[in-house]
């Protein structure tokens, strides 16, 4: 995946024939998630140019994947998918939710400090938050949708699948973290699992 993510503009798994739409990621784990999602639509996948990044400037999650999709539709003159996602934890007032890419340089950094920050603390309520955002070649916004998962934070990983924060985010109704998980459970009932099932028909009603 890193190596498909390396490269320039490309084609990702697929259909081969309808509009390309171009999915604005640089982050793997979520590039393999999207494409899961995205997979039977009659759309041709194509990988964002790796030197296209987008500064995340927006207030919001919905601010920032509208940002990301708009730019990069501009940019490629192509139909793009972004998400904007994140993990609020209550005890932290929210924290690191929209930083939560920028909280440290790898994911093991990234937890190591969440755990630092919460140290004994007895709340451990958080959620993970997600909006996917689709444009149109010009850049405006035709869909959007957003989902939440609502779990806790474990007090050490648990779990080797996934990507992210996913071995400390356990969510009690499945006994489980999010990297312990097959991966079809967690793309049914993760925050972004929720915000593509309320997408998708109306991606399909596009086309
Ligand atoms: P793009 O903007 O290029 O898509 P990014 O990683 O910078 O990639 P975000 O700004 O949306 O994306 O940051 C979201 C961060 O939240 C991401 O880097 C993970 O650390 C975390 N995250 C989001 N969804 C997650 C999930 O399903 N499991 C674990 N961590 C997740």
Redesign the pocket.
């Known amino acids: 995946m890193d190596g498909e993510m390396s490269s320039s503009e490309g084609s990702l798994e697929g259909s081969l024939t309808g509009q390309r739409l171009v999915v ?4 793997p ?2 590039l393999g ?1 999207m494409q899961a999602y995205l997979k039977d639509l009659p759309w041709q996948l194509v990988l ?1 140019p790796a030197d296209l990044e ?1 500064e ?1 400037t927006g207030a919001t ?1 919905s601010e ?1 994947a509208c940002l ?1 999709a708009s730019q990069v539709a501009i940019s490629t003159n192509n139909w793009a998918i ?6 609020m934890v209550d005890a932290l007032h929210g924290a ?1 939710g ?1 930083h ?4 440290g340089a790898t ?1 093991r950094e ?1 937890i190591e400090r969440l755990l630092f920050e919460l140290g004994n603390e007895a709340n451990r309520v958080a959620q ?1 938050v ?1 909006v996917v955002a689709i444009a149109r070649p010009d850049g405006a916004i035709v869909l959007q949708s957003k989902g939440i998962c609502p779990g806790e934070i474990l007090y050490g990983p648990r779990g080797q699948g ?5 071995p400390i ?1 356990y969510v009690p109704e499945q006994d489980m973290t ?1 990297a312990e998980m097959p991966a079809e459970l ?1 793309h049914t009932i ?3 699992g929720r915000a593509f099932a309320e997408l998708l028909p109306q991606l399909r009603q596009l086309d």
């Open positions: 604005a990621t640089g982050n784990g979520k998630e964002k987008i995340e999650f920032n990301k972004a998400d904007d996602s994140g993990l690191p929209l939560s890419a920028r909280y994911d990234r993970f997600c996934g990507f992210g924060y996913d985010f999010f967690k993760s925050h972004r």
